[in-house]
């Protein structure tokens, strides 16, 4: 082999190991690209259901606050309630439940405790009264003292907006009505655009909302709340370690993507948590400092505060 032929052979070995290393390059810059566009598509989305669901939550709770106001000023309702009519009383919250249902959709109960915070009526009981609230319900006392509305997140034999009005009579306190809503309306909502949800509340709370002592659990940390869930991503998110969770958040899980938000009461006490979820099948690789990556003991899921 000449000289010329050699230097030629050389040149074909530089070409193609250049070319090699072009390709390799543009690979890893389409990948790098791809992943970035698809992190960032999914924070966005993550950003997407936490204001959706604080916005529908809030609507709830105001929706709750103004039936309640609306129901403590109801002529028909207060003239039965001071005549300590109870058959009239619970005929009346009834065909007002049943109008509320037919004209908005919305299915809710009603409480109404009397003057010493004892239970006076039950729309979904008539048998029960006189149940003392005042030791677990301490949204009631406040509306006693202050005499004001209070709408809340609550906790009592079962996790609700619970939105309380106080009823008065010449300036004195004479009882309160309460109207009661689940998260179901606010599942719906959010199903429709396509994120599944999650209420977690804390099992110490257990001893006060014994109607979910039997619903399934999460980590042995959270009890969860509502009845209707999507049970493949609620296995994905059985798996992470929730124990580092701040007031808010994300976090990835298998192919799951996971943003929530603490519950808290009228008292700004954590109760739990609302967890948004939807599937993202891009994991997410998150390597800045400000977050936290994937968790030696639990490979597969990734968190960010």
């Excluded at 005042?134 to 202050?146: D, E, I, P, Y």
């Excluded at 298998?254 to 938000?261: G, K, L, P």
């Excluded at 954590?270 to 979820?277: A, E």
Aim: hydrophobic content about 40%; overall charge positive; some cysteine.
């Amino acid at each position: 082999m000449n000289l010329f032929d050699k230097v030629i052979g050389r040149i074909d070995k530089i070409v193609f190991v250049f070319m090699i290393g072009v390709l390799s390059f543009s690979f890893y810059f389409i990948y790098t690209l791809n992943q970035s566009y698809s992190k960032k598509q999914a924070l966005q989305s993550l950003d997407n259901a936490l204001f959706l669901t604080r916005n529908l939550l809030e609507e709830e709770e105001h929706h709750a606050l103004s039936l309640s106001l609306l129901l403590s000023q109801d002529k028909t309702f207060l003239e039965a309630f001071y005549t300590h009519d109870r058959k009239k009383t619970f005929e009346i919250i009834h065909q007002k439940i049943a109008s509320l249902k037919k004209l908005q959709g919305c299915s809710v109960e009603v409480q109404v405790h009397d003057a010493s915070l004892h239970t006076y009526l039950r729309s979904w009981d008539y048998a029960v009264q006189g149940v003392p609230l005042a030791s677990f319900r301490q949204g009631l006392v406040r509306v006693k003292k202050s005499q004001k509305p209070l709408v809340s997140i609550e906790v009592g034999k079962r996790l609700n907006i619970k939105a309380i009005s106080p009823i008065l009579k010449n300036g004195k306190f004479q009882g309160s009505i309460e109207v009661i809503e689940n998260f179901e309306h606010l599942r719906k909502k959010l199903s429709e655009h396509g994120y599944a949800l999650f209420i977690l509340l804390n099992k110490k709370y257990l001893n006060i909302a014994t109607t979910l002592k039997h619903n399934p659990v999460v980590l042995q940390r959270y009890v969860l709340v509502n009845e209707d869930y999507d049970k493949h991503s609620f296995a994905s998110l059985k798996k992470f370690d929730m124990s580092n969770l701040k007031s808010s958040g994300y976090f990835t899980q298998d192919n799951h993507a996971f943003a929530y938000f603490s519950i808290k009461n009228f008292e700004n006490i954590d109760l739990g948590y609302f967890v948004i979820v939807f599937e993202n099948s891009t994991p997410l690789m998150l390597k800045t400092k400000d977050e936290i990556t994937r968790n030696k003991a639990n490979s597969s899921g990734v968190i960010i505060q």
